[in-house]
């Protein structure tokens, strides 16, 4: 239904068309609505970046990024998150799939994340 909306509201072409498919598609592989979960937005935009990097797509830009998400994960509540002069803003209501590859991509982040650190804050 939100790909029909999105394509008629905007008078897309075939090409923009078949590229607004592919990265509905892909949102709805790798995310879910999830009561309770925040995910930071820029969290949400580098993967999609990365995804078009990969697949050699032209991405759009954070904006219309984020009235994509919104058209497909109805009810998404924006918060900001993070101690005074740190926040970040943060989709509230959604998560990655727990068999999204990109739970893995995550977890190597975080692992390079802690190898990079030097030995006297990882024994704290």
Not at 13 to 30: A, E, F, I, P, V
Not at 38 to 44: D, E, F, H, K, V
Request: hydrophobic share 30%.
């Amino acid at each position: 239904m939100a790909i029909e909306t999105l394509q008629k509201s905007d008078g897309l072409s075939t090409h923009r068309s078949s590229l607004l498919n592919s990265h509905l598609q892909w949102l709805l592989d790798n995310y879910e609505t999830a009561e309770g979960v925040s995910l930071p937005r820029s969290t949400l935009y580098n993967h999609y970046l990365r995804h078009c990097q990969e697949h050699k797509l032209d991405p759009v830009n954070a904006a219309s990024f984020g009235k994509l998400i919104r058209s497909i994960f109805m009810g998404l509540r924006t918060r900001r998150l993070g101690t005074r002069g740190n926040s970040k803003y943060h989709y509230y209501g959604i998560r990655v799939k727990p068999d999204s590859p990109l739970n893995r991509l995550q977890e190597d982040m975080q692992y390079m994340a802690m190898r990079q650190q030097p030995m006297q804050q990882k024994q704290r």
